[in-house]
């Protein structure tokens, strides 16, 4: 089992930069990558950014490349997202998930582990 916190959302306006962060526990020997998704209100869950466990690739949705980076931390269990240029169609319910399976990691259904979710809400 893997466990996942989020942490980091909150209020934002257009512009700002938030970092959020995701604290992995559990048998995180098994995990292949971590990615975020979001899900804005009424809409499916949607890719944001992934990462390999190990650190030596990315891979990033279309509507962030070039805003939003993601790394682990210091190679602790913890991946982060930071958000640059905040825009309001960036608000949404931020995931991170851990898949165990080699894939291309941007797929929820690739990921087998889910956190409850941190809020961003940004205003024009």
């Known amino acids: 089992q893997v466990q996942l916190v989020e942490s980091g959302g909150g209020l934002a306006q257009a512009g700002d930069s938030l970092r959020l962060s995701c604290a992995v526990s559990?048998?995180?020997?098994?995990?292949?990558?971590v990615g975020w998704f979001r899900q804005p209100p009424g809409e499916e869950r949607e890719f944001v950014a992934s990462?390999?466990?190990?650190?030596?690739?990315?891979n990033f949705g279309d509507d962030v490349k070039g805003r939003f980076t993601i790394s682990r931390h210091n190679g602790k269990n913890m991946v982060l997202l930071q958000m640059n240029g905040l825009k309001p169609e960036d608000t949404a319910l931020y995931y991170c998930?851990?898949?165990?399976?080699?894939?291309?990691?941007?797929?929820?259904?690739?990921?087998?582990?889910w956190g409850q979710g941190t809020q961003v809400t940004v205003s024009s």
């Open positions: 990462t390999g466990w190990s650190g030596n690739w990315n």
């Open positions: 559990g048998r995180t020997d098994n995990i292949y990558a």
């Open positions: 998930a851990a898949a165990i399976r080699p894939g291309i990691a941007v797929s929820p259904g690739e990921y087998n582990y």
